[in-house]
């Protein structure tokens, strides 16, 4: 065996190297550790951050707003409420917590048999003045001219833009027909953007005025079988929100909210017992808009219940592909569940 003195000195060297590459490199994935620790740290306190700022808007805006009455004819300068999509669902229980507060009603859908049932409800229970348009959103920009018509004169202080569609249940995009297409276009996206023309002039006169768009949780992100529909309430939501900026932000006093709910036990999520039973966290439309109304004035930005703004916390925390995988084995489940499936 040869001793160390036989060893070349080039292979001395190559060791000596060695140990110095090693003790510089160490020291680096020591800098490499305290730089992980830090974006640890910083990932984790934002989480945290985040969840104590949710938790602090949520009781504000859905449980201490609860606590207070309303007066919005005072508060938004006007004795009138104009709901779309009011007969039925989500839009029908707002207009009973706005008459509650003494807002006489504009409803506006399609059918007038429900229309008129609607009106002698909201006149019999609240003692409230109503007004019943007839009209399909469904035609688009020809019926706005006559929409316009009914709402002259009248000192309106609250816009819900209410009407919405969805597909009858998940699909993939070859199978929405052309109707369905268009009925999102100008159903979810034209109405919102144009019934908010017709009123906005009339609340800029009197700096006073409440718009409330109803998007939905859809509008996280895209979502594969409900994709036409989560696009159109992207709309509705990020339309919503610059306007938000620009009348509120900008001392005009008008307040536009957007709220994003999940799902509701209504007509629209009747396809499947497991989006239209109510649960905790699926709350009837009574409920959702009992919560919902008492947050107007305290948040500009809401899902309208509890158990959706710990949903919205939680998906927003989820990276895209995580997000989209999860939803599209959902509605790909939820599919499955579609009794007498009929595609196109």
Excluded at 108 to 123: G, P, T, W
Excluded at 181 to 199: F, G
Excluded at 246 to 261: D, K
Aim: proline share 4%; net charge positive; with cysteine.
């Amino acid at each position: 065996m040869p001793s160390i003195l036989s060893v070349p000195v080039r292979a001395l060297g190559t060791v000596d190297s060695f140990g110095m590459l090693f003790s510089q490199y160490s020291s680096n994935f020591k800098t490499l550790d305290d730089i992980l620790a830090v974006i640890g740290l910083i990932f984790v306190g934002r989480i945290a951050l985040s969840a104590v700022w949710n938790i602090c808007v949520g009781i504000r805006s859905m449980f201490w707003s609860r606590l207070w009455k309303k007066n919005f004819e005072k508060r938004y300068g006007g004795k009138w409420a104009v709901v779309t999509g009011c007969t039925d669902g989500i839009g029908k229980a707002y207009c009973h917590e706005l008459a509650k507060d003494g807002l006489n009603i504009v409803l506006i859908s399609r059918s007038m048999d429900k229309l008129n049932a609607v009106a002698e409800e909201l006149k019999s229970q609240h003692g409230v003045e109503t007004e019943v348009v007839q009209a399909n959103f469904v035609e688009g920009e020809t019926l706005y001219p006559r929409i316009d018509k009914h709402l002259q004169g009248k000192e309106i202080s609250v816009l819900i833009n209410n009407v919405g569609v969805m597909i009858s249940h998940p699909k993939y995009y070859d199978e929405v027909t052309d109707f369905e297409m268009w009925s999102h276009i100008n159903v979810n996206m034209a109405s919102m953007a144009v019934m908010t023309k017709l009123i906005l002039p009339g609340m800029l006169k009197k700096n006073k005025g409440a718009i409330v768009n109803i998007a939905s949780i859809a509008a996280t992100g895209p979502i594969p079988l409900l994709g036409i529909y989560a696009a159109s309430k992207a709309f509705v939501e990020f339309l919503s929100l610059s306007m938000n900026s620009e009348y509120y932000w900008g001392h005009r006093g008008i307040t536009i909210q957007t709220v994003t709910p999940a799902y509701v036990s209504t007509n629209m999520t009747s396809f499947s017992k497991w989006t239209h039973t109510p649960n905790p966290a699926t709350p009837t439309p009574a409920q959702f808009a009992a919560s919902a109304v008492s947050t107007i004035g305290y948040t500009d930005f809401t899902t309208g219940f509890w158990a959706h703004g710990i949903m919205k916390w939680i998906v927003d925390l989820m990276p895209r592909a995580v997000y989209m995988t999860f939803m599209k084995m959902q509605h790909m489940f939820l599919r499955s569940t579609v009794k007498n499936l009929h595609t196109s």
